[in-house]
């Protein structure tokens, strides 16, 4: 074999092994926390549209009882995970995944009109810091959990959903209890771990000039999406665009 065909056969082994190298780091699992008063299941559109794009994808349903509890029911489904992990959160779900992003599986986060707390926030003081539109928030009869009333459902938090969606949304919310909101973070994972971040322009629960701020002081890389708080829902298509993006470049 002479000097040229060797140098050919050892840049051709080189390029495959790069090629291989590149295709082992992609992201290919897709780790969902919903947000309070909602469960996972309003995430099924755009989990299927991620699915038929070749990601694995699955949605904790976390108790909502405490923060500990939600960050250890996610972590639960993080070690069931072979290979790295985007994690993502809708709303309270920021909050969550802000803890359980440490885990030496999660490669990214992706916060979708969600709460992206730094160090010794709640949940109560990001939202009390930007008030966004009426929730009607209520206790149930014990004082230990937070619901939002199923009247005022749609306008709040799903207003460009059709209306037997919100509806259904409404009636199987998750109650939240009350020490989840209260809970304050630790050092947030996101000062450690690349960030992307969806603004619902449209939303009504959270102030989206809070979305946008936590966003910027995070240094995530920013989307904004015309849509409610539910925009995982109303508009799934360009939520899976962000977080197929987002799954892409933390593989690098």
């Known amino acids: 074999m002479n000097k040229h065909l060797i140098f050919m056969a050892s840049l051709a082994f080189a390029t495959a092994g790069i090629a291989f190298a590149a295709e082992a780091a992609a992201v290919k699992n897709i780790v969902i926390v ?11 559109k755009a989990t ?3 699915e038929k794009r070749g990601f694995n994808v699955t949605v904790v349903q976390e108790p ?12 639960r489904v993080l ?8 994690l993502v959160g809708h709303s309270y779900g920021g909050m ?5 992003g440490h885990d030496p599986h999660v490669a990214g986060l992706v916060y979708v009109a969600a709460f992206q707390p730094d160090k010794g ?9 930007r008030p966004a539109g009426s929730m009607d928030i209520k206790e149930t009869n014990d004082g230990k959990y937070l619901y939002l009333d199923p009247g005022a459902f749609a306008a709040a938090f799903a207003a460009d959903l059709p209306k037997a969606e919100a509806d259904f949304l409404a009636r199987s919310q998750v109650f939240a209890a009350k020490q989840a909101f209260s ?6 994972a996101w000062r450690t771990k690349p960030s992307w971040s969806v603004v619902a ?22 989307t904004e999406i015309k849509g409610s708080h539910a925009v995982f829902a109303s508009q799934p298509e360009k939520v899976a665009d962000v977080i197929e993006n987002a799954a892409t470049k933390a593989g690098r």
């Open 34 to 44: 919903h947000g309070a008063l909602a469960d996972g299941s309003g995430w099924r």
């Open 48 to 50: 299927e549209i991620l």
């Open 64 to 75: 909502l009882t405490s923060l500990d509890d939600d960050v250890a029911a996610t972590k």
């Open 79 to 86: 070690e069931l995970q072979t290979g790295p992990v985007l």
């Open 96 to 100: 969550v995944i802000t803890e359980a």
């Open 121 to 129: 926030e709640s949940l109560l003081s990001l939202a009390s810091s």
């Open 183 to 188: 809970a304050k973070v630790g050092s947030p």
């Open 201 to 222: 322009t449209e939303d009504r629960s959270i102030n989206p000039e809070l979305e946008r701020d936590m966003a910027k002081r995070a240094g995530s890389d920013m």
